[in-house]
C-alpha cells in the first residue's frame, strides 16, 4: 500500500519540481533585469553631467530609454521561455499521468 502511494505522488512531486524549477529561473532572469536598469540608471545619471546642451540631453535620455527598452525585452522574452518551457514539462507529466488510468 505505501508503495502504491508513493508510487501515485510521483506525478505530485515532478509538478513541484517543474514549479519550483521555473520560479527560480524566473527569479534569476528578474534580478539580473533589476541589476542592469540599475546600473542603466547609475551610468546615465554620471552621463548628466557631460551634457552642454538641450540636444545632448535628448540624445542621452533616448540611449537610456533603448537600453531599458532592451533589457525588458529581453527580460520578458527569458521569462516566456522559462514559462512555455514549463508549460510544455507539466503537459507531459498529465499527459503520462492520465494514461496510467486508460485502460490497457
Do not use: W
Not at 84 to 95: L, N, S
Amino acid at each position: 500500500m505505501s508503495k502504491k502511494m508513493t508510487e501515485s505522488m510521483g506525478p505530485f512531486k515532478a509538478l513541484i519540481d517543474v514549479q519550483t524549477k521555473m520560479l527560480e529561473e524566473l527569479t534569476r532572469h528578474q534580478m539580473d533585469c533589476t541589476n542592469s536598469c540599475i546600473e542603466a540608471t547609475i551610468q546615465q545619471t554620471k552621463e548628466l553631467t557631460k551634457c552642454q546642451t538641450p540636444s545632448d540631453l535628448v540624445t542621452l535620455q533616448q540611449a537610456y530609454a533603448k537600453e531599458l527598452e532592451e533589457t525588458l525585452n529581453s527580460a520578458s522574452a527569458h521569462n516566456m521561455k522559462a514559462l512555455q518551457e514549463a508549460r510544455e514539462e507539466i503537459e507531459k507529466i498529465t499527459a503520462e499521468g492520465f494514461n496510467g488510468f486508460m485502460p490497457k
